[in-house]
């Protein structure tokens, strides 16, 4: 997970606060002149957003692109901290991202952050110094307005789609082996190994019980490795 900073303050105040959180280091300021920018730059670097037509699901539409996309994924290997940026600023960014095949979280408590908020692929708004507007554009809502509470939603969805994996592994070979038993049998022996009874009590007992067993394993920290 990358984390870039987008603030509306002075580029100096934001390279400093981003130093001592750990966004960005001496070493990323002094080998990229992209690792810390003002929106304004970023932006004609980039060329800006532009709107072009394109078939989606049989039908036209318009879509904001990046004018340079080829330039901004040269930027965004060391993009850090984006400082003086505007809304439009932080849409460009993101749609950068998702169109070069990243997966965009963006956190927000401003108006002025609606527009990101919107096109991301997750939205984190701040409960607490949140504007309406914010939270209305918004996916989750961190009710402490603590930004590390983040890693908290990202294990909990982590867990989510990893006990998903399980429960499907554990139900196709459970079922996978139950029926090539049944069709096998059936086709050699002249008879099914397995009675109907035999047969629901797979399913019911120990396929449901095994598979929901699995599906409810709460978070641990390994998961965010």
Known sequence: ITVIMCTGDNIDTATAISRNAGIVSEAEIGASPYSCMIGEKFRDVVG??????EEVKGKMKKIDKVGNQHKFDEVKK??????????LDKKILVTGM??????????????????????????FAMGIAGTDVAKNACDIVLLDD????????????????????????????VNVVAMFIVFFGSVVLKDSP???????????I???????????????????L
């Not at 800006?48 to 037509?53: D, L, R, S």
């Not at 060391?78 to 809304?87: A, D, E, F, I, M």
């Open 48 to 53: 800006g957003m532009k709107t072009v037509e």
């Open 78 to 87: 060391h993009l850090r901290v984006l400082g003086r940026c505007s809304p």
């Open 98 to 123: 998702q169109d070069s095949g990243q997966v965009v979280a963006v956190t927000g408590d401003g108006t002025n952050d609606a527009p990101a908020l919107t096109k991301a692929d997750v939205g």
């Open 146 to 173: 603590n930004f590390s509470s983040i890693i908290v939603a990202l294990k909990y969805g982590r867990n989510v789609y990893d006990n998903v994996r399980k429960f499907l592994q554990f139900q196709l070979s």
């Open 194 to 204: 397995l009675t109907a009874v035999q047969m629901l009590w797979v399913n019911l």
């Open 206 to 224: 120990m396929d449901t019980l095994g598979a929901l067993a699995l599906a409810t394993e709460p978070p641990t920290d390994d998961i965010l």
